[in-house]
């Protein structure tokens, strides 16, 4: 199966920045769209922002203007550069890769294990 570990995430102050990273390994024929979610505690997850295979992103209206994805086909591996953080934006954040593992497969979501970004005011 795909597997997919994620790093970068702790704790900083308001107004500082992180940059999480995504890392896909495991069988991969093909990738789609990458991305992050993240869920607050009493939260439901959320979008935070996504990008297709030809470079299209879209971000929540949240996080516009201080967030960036971007990826790496060839190391298959998709970031999130935060900046300007707020403690609202305290989360866990997960990665989530729509690949496929067989020129005949279908694509299918894969998730990271999560990784916690705590903004402190």
């Known amino acids: 199966q795909v597997q997919l570990v994620e790093s970068g995430g702790g704790l900083v102050q308001a107004g500082g920045s992180l940059k999480l990273s995504c890392a896909a390994s495991g069988s991969i024929f093909s990738m789609n769209a990458m991305g992050w979610y993240r869920q607050a505690p009493g939260k439901q997850r959320e979008l935070v922002a996504t990008?297709?295979?030809?470079?299209?992103?879209n971000y929540a209206d949240s996080v516009k203007g201080r967030f960036a994805i971007s990826r790496d086909n060839v190391k298959k591996t998709v970031y999130l550069q935060m900046g300007s953080l707020k403690p609202e934006d305290t989360a866990v954040y997960y990665c989530?890769?729509?690949?496929?593992?067989?020129?005949?497969?279908?694509?299918?979501?894969?998730w990271g294990q999560g990784t916690q970004v705590t903004v402190s005011s």
């Open positions: 990008s297709t295979s030809d470079g299209k992103t």
């Open positions: 989530n890769v729509e690949a496929t593992t067989h020129l005949w497969s279908a694509l299918r979501d894969y």
